[in-house]
T-cell receptor, first 115, second 113 residues
């Protein structure tokens, strides 16, 4: 079964450090999503790409977060500088837009702890 | 605006009990509806979906029927197992093919032997 791959699975770092999370979407998928999951806020959509172009990043704090897709096989989410409130599980999901509503496929997430 | 409301958890059941997790939605159009499941330490997985009114989605013994008149998509299973313990998310897609989901808050299910 094709899977969305996220790296690293766990990251612990100190406040102020740069954090980069990577995602390899399923081959052939043309949409990529970044979500953040916390106990308090649940699942929040941070950014959304279609055909590698950013369509919606309204859920992302612009001053410290950035999301890119350098190519079709890699999506990145960066936090610089990181803060303790960024501690969460970050999920990447990919999907394929075609006729009919197709499901998103999620990776297993990156668990981020900022000390 | 468009939104999804799920019953609050946790839902605690004994093995072989009947499960219902309520989900209602508010939408300005005609969404597709989904149930996702998240097992501990993993990402969300699609459990089932329904794309139009009166459709029934089913998978692994779980079922949900798209009820337009009550704007609901309740998840049911006749006999739960310990392995069904997870968090269940109801979601809708009203993005007209943009593949963008609106999720509910999730309902945690704990099944005891």
């Amino acid at each position: 079964d094709a899977r969305v791959t996220q790296t690293p699975r766990h990251k612990v770092t100190e406040m102020g450090q740069e954090v980069t999370m990577r995602c390899q979407p399923i081959l052939g998928h043309n949409t990529v999503f970044w979500y953040r999951q916390t106990m308090m806020q649940g699942l929040e959509l941070l950014a959304y790409f279609r055909n590698r172009a950013p369509l919606d990043d309204s859920g992302m704090p612009k001053d410290r977060f950035s999301a890119e897709m350098p190519d079709a096989t890699l999506a990145t989410l960066k936090i610089q500088p990181s803060e303790p409130r960024d501690s969460a599980v970050y999920f990447c999901a990919s999907g394929l837009i075609q006729e009919g509503n197709q499901p998103q496929h999620f990776g297993d997430g990156t668990r981020l702890s900022i000390l | 605006g468009n939104s999804v409301t799920q019953m609050e958890g946790p839902v605690t059941l004994s093995e072989e009990a009947f499960l219902t997790i309520n989900c209602t939605y508010t939408a300005t159009g005609y969404p597709s509806l989904f149930w996702y499941v998240q097992y501990p330490g993993e990402g969300l997985q699609l459990l089932l979906k329904a794309t139009k009114a009166d459709d029934k989605g089913s998978n692994k013994g779980f079922e949900a029927t798209y009820r337009k008149e009550t704007t609901s998509f309740h998840l049911e299973k006749g006999s739960v197992q310990v392995s069904d313990s997870a968090v269940y998310f109801c979601a809708l897609d009203l993005s007209g093919g943009y593949n963008k989901l609106i999720f509910g808050a999730g309902t945690r299910l704990a099944v005891h032997p």
